[in-house]
């Protein structure tokens, strides 16, 4: 086990690179070439344009003005400045909410902290249990940190009760500041909704599994069917084509023109000499050919192929899946359908908000309820394969952990890695990392699971995906950790033992790994936290891309990936520090800290990314809350059964019945949030519909509401659009204002005044 | 622990006292004096009337028909006949759907019994454990039974994969059949509610919650809302008064009279004497006075403040309480307010589907949302009080049944109950029958507990009695008899356990209890069905009323007691059966065959006396079927946990990964029965609302809705009626058409023939 020193030692590399990756990047956001990496938002608003094109050439790549580097600080206070009304108006919900989730955790665990150092600190420091033992033992079992953690007090000790009381105090106090949240994210949605102007998803509905008819086509039978059952409300419908193969081609498309551009730049540049490519795979093989005319004849064969395939879909009507997006006259018809149930046979007509339409996914409509019900069997059971089967490789890297482990294993290794940093490197900072590099190929494999599940909004697959990962982590980073890493010899054994014994050998051994979790807190949470504001991958792709794609502007303005927060993957990660927090808060309480600087640091990067870099590709006004919510009640859960298996091994017996009521509680907490708050978040209340509908009727009597909703709910690829490029030129209201704006904003960035409108406001932060 | 023997004895026993129950029941239905005791149903269905009064007087009350009394038994093909279509156009669906549980306990039980029989009664007689011990043991601790038991085999014998095998194959197969079961259930339902007549609350939803505005008065509020936000589709609503105290009025004025027409009756067949009473409590004590003229004045009094009361209500708007119920111009408005969200504020406006008039719970539409949720958690909390301090007058009873104990404690009684009949009728018979007088009283506490939480239909009460009644069977009699009969002194042992272990204690325990749970089914399911037959009570109390209150053919009808199914009592006591069932299927199968006779005998008992007896007091369209398929499921999931705690004291710990799998699949497996079928119990599609009216309006084009929906939903205390006797009347429709019936089918029950209308023809069943 680790001792003290190795943690600081810890603490100083992951600071260091912490405080590195922040120099770094306090230097690099200066440079006007990196403008466009570092303040993608911005661009995106249209408030934010090139640099200007005066002065000298070298001041459009590198920032020669020396004052602004003795201000290395000051994005801190202009990520803090914004207010939550501007961020929300700015960023979106989504994002304004996500970095409440670390306020949340400010929130929560501050006060947790504060009394856990007064009180438990205190009780295990003079429960001395070791303070006989430790002489000859510490270096077999325990550090010195256990002195600060329950594992100091004796069995069947007096002081126990201290940590039985701190645990309902801790218990009352997060489910107090859960509820207050979750009622401010409520009110928070309800307003944010009630303020959206008119959108397309607000009329309409999805509708899946519609039952062939022999008689009448797809569209035929969905428009005869609400006709007759939502009189007076149906207005119009659109069907589902299967375009599949044509969206290949299309982005089959953009790949070939990205090629011949990058040819024509080659060329443009050495005019002396025609770029040639071989036609094999990846231009490695083949035949040499001219690659301007290649990929020039190319793109006119697929142009050709992919208009002859546009026509078989639109004629075919095997094309058609039985799914139709139903848009009705008033946002009243549509909350009436989408709330209520069509026929007597559940798996049939089933209808459903439609998502926002950047926020389709296409792939998934056409999937019949059984073979759905089937697909989320199996990839339940892959799901179960892909946790248990990673325990493996998991438990490989945690013997890592153990220093003496590979001694034994590779004993001529032992004059290196006894030396003492070496030795402090490899115990504190090495197990962190390979778990993390585990963790990074991970969410995409979840992703792709969640698509075969068959959902039909991207919404739906980041929450699945997030929901898959979040487990992943339980099980394979927390009780993996906790459960194999004292030993790889264990893991046999533990998958022998009867499901019972579970809750009692995860709370035996959380007090031993309280080191490797601060670790891995200080690499995962702190250090990565930091490299998420350097943006390295992004920066990199964009320099490249302008090296070599790049002719228009346009171009350039596609070149630039602001990315977006990455939601499936964040938000399970978050969940662990709290599950982490909880666990430990009654049982090694100076790993608190730890959480706590994770919370606050990765607040202030996160409040700046969304202000200067990220473009969320939809807006769900927060739908991700329950879910949020019953995570943090679940690591509330697992922490107190965590402590009743600890102290069941004690000697505490008597203290069990006690205990046993806290999980109780807080289930019966998680039923009342449930019914209190969560239909906010999943239906759409009457009243408010028919408000909107009235107010609308009033202000723009003339309104066609058909000819609105059109074009809403054509697939990306018949609107001849680049699919890809859809998620930005969807946004066609908004994008339509912008234009407007950028000609009286257009120095916005530095000439915002607290007179100006929101939109020129923001300019003033982004410094 | 019980012998082979000592269960002969307690099977002869309740074989016996249930044939006698029987005969008894045989005879007594052939006295024509007893027929409104046994054929209630048909009375109240007005085919069967008084028996003819011609003949000699004795004839009226004694059959002296010899040739009935040979066939004896012939009501039990009469009761097998009626084909199920009849059965629920006579009973009901809910009754019809009733007896099918007993059915689908035979379709689950019988094949699982063979294949038991079949597999595990060899694997487990040839087990061999007890071979060698069972000479010098068998006094202490296991009894002849457990050589067919599992506890049979030796641990860590290859012979328990044969447990593990069947125990996949029982899952499966109850799972099968529960999915089969729910198909039927759910297509009889919706077929049901798709044939009903017209009903006024299929037009009407009840709103709760009204929030209350400083403005107007409830009724304005609901009407304008409604008005607002459901334009076109509101009709008219009726607000609710509170008219508790008006109602007690009411039952009190009932009271008296009945008084006054005992003395009236006394009066006229003794007239030389007037009668007298005493003022006081129960006229027990105080002045003396005379009795018709007491009461005449004491009903006038009444009768005046009533009235006075009824006024008040009326005009008072302080008596108007937060609810309403809301009619609608059709089927479809009603399903769209009732599936919606009104407003952002889930706790505000909350629409559901009215129940029917008559089941309609008054006393509670008044509470308001946080002041219900604090009730159900504070109701939650007794219960649990209510199931845990029962645990011990329980394992007091449970004590009994080891008759080493008694003799220990009362060494005196040593002689008597040493003495073979004696001992095995302790043994065998005294505790399941003091375990069942406990039993007796709970229900009407529990009734109690959930009116408090504030429930407002009939229907809710009486399935949240059953839930609370089912989890206290499962706790007390289930658990309870388990871990607390092997030794009392082991109860305190066990709270201090941790909680971790009780699986496991529960696993070892099973199969030693299998004698008590032998005992238990004779006792509570053989003699226990047997005595519901014979309807002692009611058939006192008609009698006794008979004798001294009624003087006209009315008040012949309203002594006459059909009473009903009694659902929050006979579903959880059925479910206990198949949890037993269940869990001992691998365990100890000679268990089964009692459960089968116990599901067969119940089958033909509720079958007869649905047809005669019982008159149900709603009709909830079997909306309680995924209560009865999910507690099944949890029987199933507490058999498996179970098995997996026996076996992992068995050494058979490679079972463990093996068997955990179950309770995850059956857990999916009730997921996804919820989500293919609950829906279809508490939605109503729109399609089929809107195919009714459709029909509707074009049947009855001049259909005055206001008026049909006129009173329906008035409180029958505003409606002059008796409120007890409203159960009946409300069938308005129903009690037409019997009305006109009762002219053309007067000799129905003799003259039935298959050309008949339905009504005349289920005459033929009552024989």
């Known amino acids: 086990m680790a001792t003290l020193s190795d943690i600081s030692v810890s603490a100083s590399i992951n600071s260091l690179s912490a405080f590195l990756f922040l120099v770094a990047f306090a230097i690099l956001r200066l440079q006007p070439m990196n403008d466009r990496v570092y303040f993608p938002k911005w661009y995106l608003k249209g408030i934010r344009e090139n640099p200007s094109t005066s002065g000298p050439l070298v001041k459009h790549f590198v920032n020669l003005d020396v004052r602004m580097y003795l201000r290395l600080l000051n994005w801190v206070p202009a990520a803090l400045k914004m207010p939550e009304p501007e961020l929300i108006d700015h960023a979106g919900l989504d994002s304004a909410v996500y970095i409440r989730i670390y306020l949340l955790g400010l929130k929560i665990f501050v006060p947790i902290a504060l009394l856990a150092f007064g009180v438990l600190l205190p009780v295990n420091y003079t429960g001395g249990n070791f303070s006989i033992m430790s002489l000859n033992m510490k270096d077999i079992t325990f550090g010195e940190i256990d002195k600060f953690s329950i594992s100091n007090v004796p069995p069947a000790s007096k002081r126990l009760a201290a940590h039985i009381i701190m645990a309902y105090f801790f218990t009352f106090w997060t489910c107090y500041m859960l509820y207050k949240e979750y009622k401010i994210v409520t009110d928070m949605r309800l307003n944010f909704l009630a303020s959206q102007k008119r959108r397309p998803d607000q009329f309409t509905v999805i509708v899946r599994n519609v039952p062939s008819d022999p008689d009448e086509s797809v569209s035929e039978h969905v428009e005869h069917f609400f006709r007759v059952n939502h009189p007076g409300q149906y207005l119009t419908h659109k069907v589902v084509y299967n375009a599949n193969k044509l969206a290949k081609m299309v982005d089959k498309k953009k790949d070939l023109k990205n090629r011949l551009s990058y040819y024509t730049n080659k060329f443009e540049r050495r005019p002396n000499k025609r770029p040639t490519t071989k036609t094999g795979f990846w231009g490695l093989w083949g035949k040499k050919v001219d690659a301007i005319n290649y990929y020039d004849e190319e793109i006119d064969k697929l142009i050709k192929e992919e ?24 946002r009243w018809g549509a909350a009436v359908c989408a709330q209520t149930q069509q026929t007597r046979n559940p798996t049939r007509w089933l209808t459903a908000w439609a998502p926002e339409p950047r926020d389709v996914y296409w792939n998934n409509l056409a999937i019949p309820f059984v073979e759905l019900s089937v697909r989320k069997l199996v990839m339940a059971a892959a799901l179960f394969g892909l946790i248990f089967s990673f325990m493996i490789p998991i438990a490989i890297v945690q013997t890592l952990a153990n220093i003496e482990s590979i001694e034994k294993v590779l004993p001529f290794l032992k004059p290196i890695i006894e030396k003492g940093p070496a030795k402090s490197f490899i115990q504190g900072y090495l197990p962190g990392i390979v778990l993390k590099i585990f963790l990074l190929i991970l969410p995409m494999i979840l992703m792709q699971m969640s698509k075969m599940e068959g959902h039909f909004a991207v919404s739906d697959l980041e929450a699945r995906s997030a929901a898959k990962y979040h487990l992943f982590l339980l099980v394979n980073v927390f009780l993996g950790s906790i459960v194999t890493g ?44 930091a490299a998420e504001v350097l943006r390295v991958v992004p920066l990199i792709l964009y320099h490249l891309k302008n090296l070599l794609l790049v ?48 919370f606050a640091f990765g607040y202030l990067i996160f409040r700046h990314q969304i202000i200067n870099v990220y473009n969320q590709k939809y807006e769900s006004a927060a739908s991700f809350w329950p879910d949020v919510n019953r995570r943090i009640i679940i690591g509330l859960i697992i922490s107190q059964l965590s402590l009743l298996g600890l102290l069941s091994t004690k000697k505490a017996a008597n203290s069990t019945p006690v205990l046993v009521v806290l999980p109780i509680l807080t289930f019966w907490f998680h039923k009342f949030c449930q019914n209190r708050f969560e239909s906010a978040f999943r239906k759409f209340p009457l009243q408010d519909a028919m408000i909107k509908d009235t107010l609308e009727r009033a202000t723009e009597p003339q309104l066609d509401l058909k000819d609105y909703l059109k074009d809403a709910y054509t697939h990306p690829v018949f609107k001849g659009g680049e699919v890809a490029l859809m998620d930005i030129d969807e946004e066609v209201d908004e994008h339509h204002l912008v234009a407007t704006k950028r000609k009286t904003s257009r120095k916005g960035s530095q000439a915002g005044t607290s007179e100006g409108s929101p939109e020129d406001r923001t300019g003033i932060y982004a410094v």
Chains 1, 2 share one sequence.
């Open 307 to 330: 208009k002859a395939e546009r026509e078989r879909v639109i004629g075919d009507p095997e094309a058609v899946v039985p799914a139709a997006f139903v848009s009705f006259r008033s």
């Open 551 to 598: 002719k228009t502007e346009k171009d350039r303005d596609e070149a630039m990936d602001p990315g977006s927060l990455l939601w499936p993957i964040t938000e399970p990660r978050l969940q662990l520090y709290f599950l982490l927090g909880l666990v430990y808060s009654t049982v090694t309480p100076i790993l608190l800290p730890f959480i706590i600087i994770f």
């Open 486 to 529: 004292t030993a790889l010899e264990q893991l046999k054994e533990f998958l022998n033992k009867s499901a019972t014994e579970i809750p009692r050998i995860v709370g035996v051994s959380v007090p031993m790994k309280a080191t490797f979790f601060i670790t891995y807190i200080m690499v995962d949470g702190w250090a990565g936290v």
